[in-house]
T-cell receptor, first 118, second 116 residues
Framework: AQKVTQAQTEISVVEKEDVTLDCVYE???????LFWYKQPPSGELVFLIRRNSFDEQNEISGRYSWNFQKSTSSFNFTITASQVVDSAVYFCALSEASAGGGADGLTFGKGTHLIIQP | NAGVTQTPKFRVLKTGQSMTLLCAQD?????MYWYRQDPGMGLRLIHYSVGEGTTAKGEVPDGYNVSRLKKQNFLLGLESAAPSQTSVYFC???????????????FGEGSRLTVL
């Protein structure tokens, strides 16, 4: 069965610090997809990134970067030079290719509450 | 630019009452989902649908029913609400399985339900 673990329940840093959110996943599939979503205080869920299991290249988008390592089953998310607007709950999620063709949605971790203090 | 729309946004029920949450999407998505979000639990899948007229159980289906009579709508029903169903409910939709549009879920804004 698929599982996503976000061990950090809450992280608090001072603005401009770098911060890394950890995500460890479990799956028996060789083909799977990993996601990060952001949930700001307003409550909506914002898609950040999708990565498939065949693409281990790290990705950078502005201050955001993602480190995918199949060897350790991790998909970590780093925010560089954090800002107060980054304060949110961040969810890591997994979808297995064999799971009904992905029809049964995503399995989410429990989320990491990131607090950026001014 | 509506995307996924949920109604109502807020609702307070008494134990034993029934209600229906409506989810509507205008992106012609095949797949639709209902999740619930509880503190410290992340999002858990209640029911999902892979197309009009089809539904399936997710991780936490007990106490809920769903229907997908039209492709664009996915209804979540509570026949006899219980305090344990106090939660924030999210509807989501996605394209069917096609390369290049794999499994990204588009979420509604959420519906906060309180059962007293």
């Amino acid at each position: 069965a698929q599982k996503v673990t976000q061990a950090q329940t809450e992280i608090s840093v001072v603005e401009k610090e770098d911060v890394t959110l950890d995500c460890v996943y479990e799956t028996r599939d060789t083909t799977y997809y990993l996601f990060w979503y952001k949930q700001p205080p307003s409550g909506e869920l914002v898609f950040l990134i999708r990565r498939n299991s065949f693409d281990e290249q790290n990705e950078i988008s502005g201050r955001y970067s993602w480190n995918f390592q199949k060897s350790t089953s991790s998909f970590n998310f780093t925010i560089t030079a954090s800002q107060v607007v980054d304060s949110a709950v961040y969810f890591c999620a997994l979808s297995e290719a064999s799971a009904g063709g992905g029809a049964d949605g995503l399995t989410f971790g429990k989320g990491t509450h990131l607090i950026i203090q001014p | 630019n509506a995307g996924v729309t949920q109604t109502p946004k807020f609702r307070v029920l008494k134990t034993g009452q029934s209600m229906t949450l409506l989810c509507a999407q205008d992106m012609n998505h095949e797949y639709m989902y209902w999740y619930r979000q509880d503190p410290g639990m992340g999002l858990r899948l209640i029911h999902y649908s892979v197309g009009e007229g089809t539904t399936a159980k997710g991780e936490v289906p007990d106490g809920y029913n769903v229907s997908r009579l039209k492709k664009q709508n996915f209804l979540l029903g509570l026949e006899s609400a219980a305090p344990s169903q106090t939660s924030v409910y999210f509807c989501a939709s996605s394209f069917g399985v096609s390369v290049g549009r794999l499994r990204e879920l588009f979420f509604g804004e959420g519906s906060r339900l309180t059962v007293l």
